[in-house]
């Protein structure tokens, strides 16, 4: 899979901090949560405007606060101990038990029947392992967008910690950041979906390298 951006460290965390309105944003809309741009500038800005209800707004702290995570360790090695740790993060204050730990319980998806497996009969670690090998930069963070995904490894936040833990790693290697159109939210769903049932994550990690990824300087020669 070829690089569509070749960013050093410090331009991919530069550039990241500068869409962090936008990333933000698109994660509270694939949340369900009802806000515009002008609220979301209004929540970093800590102004209260009473259009977000408190609920909502603990999930845009969990946001903000996981992004301020992932920023301030780029570097630090992808564990399953470091998804809990940004799981705690991302959900905390929200009534979600357990928290920073595997599920304990099965779970539905909305639009399909399919299930996940239950923690207890899945080595994440393995898995994650695996995917980690993957030696292309690109493919290795798409798959572990989808991997976190399809796992469902925790009761809820599954999808925040997935596109936090997969912008951390597209940071780290310079190959920009992954933010979810808004007005393809519908599209993205229909793929994911497929996926879910299928665990065959071509036609989604395509759609997502067409659709989803943004940074500066093109890399013309691939990384």
């Known amino acids: 899979m070829e690089s569509k951006y070749c960013m050093s460290l410090e331009d991919n965390i530069d550039y990241a901090k500068r869409k962090l309105i936008d990333t933000i944003y698109s994660s509270a809309r694939e949340e369900g949560i009802a806000i515009t741009i002008a609220d979301t500038v209004d929540f970093?800005?800590?102004?209260?405007?009473?259009?977000?209800?408190?609920?909502?707004?603990?999930?845009?702290?969990?946001?903000?606060d996981g992004w301020e995570?992932?920023?301030?360790?780029?570097?630090?090695d992808l564990t399953i101990d470091y998804l809990k740790k940004l799981h705690f993060e991302i959900c905390k204050g929200q009534g979600i038990h357990p928290l920073?730990?595997?599920?304990?319980?099965?779970?539905?998806?909305?639009?399909?029947?399919?299930?996940?497996?239950?923690?207890?009969?899945?080595?994440?670690?393995?898995?994650?392992?695996?995917?980690?090998?993957?030696?292309?930069?690109?493919?290795?963070?798409?798959e572990l967008f989808c991997w976190i995904q399809r796992s469902?490894?925790?009761?809820?936040?599954?999808?925040?910690?997935?596109?936090?833990?997969?912008?951390?790693?597209?940071?780290?290697?310079?190959?920009?950041?992954?933010?979810?159109?808004v007005e393809k939210m519908g599209e993205y769903f229909k793929y994911l979906i497929n996926y879910y049932e299928t665990n065959d994550s071509?036609?989604?990690?395509?759609?997502?390298?067409?659709?989803?990824?943004?940074?500066?300087?093109?890399?013309k020669g691939g990384r």
Do not use: H
Request: hydrophobic share 35%.
């Open 44 to 64: 970093l800005n800590k102004v209260n405007t009473g259009r977000i209800s408190i609920d909502d707004m603990f999930k845009l702290e969990g946001l903000k």
């Open 69 to 76: 995570l992932v920023l301030n360790s780029i570097n630090e």
């Open 100 to 142: 920073g730990e595997f599920r304990d319980r099965g779970v539905g998806i909305s639009g399909t029947n399919w299930r996940p497996e239950s923690p207890e009969n899945c080595n994440y670690e393995e898995e994650l392992n695996n995917i980690m090998s993957i030696e292309n930069p690109l493919e290795r963070c798409l």
């Open 152 to 181: 469902q490894m925790f009761i809820d936040g599954n999808k925040r910690v997935a596109n936090l833990v997969t912008n951390k790693e597209l940071i780290k290697n310079g190959q920009g950041i992954l933010l979810i159109p």
């Open 202 to 219: 071509k036609e989604i990690k395509e759609w997502l390298y067409n659709n989803c990824l943004d940074g500066l300087e093109l890399n």
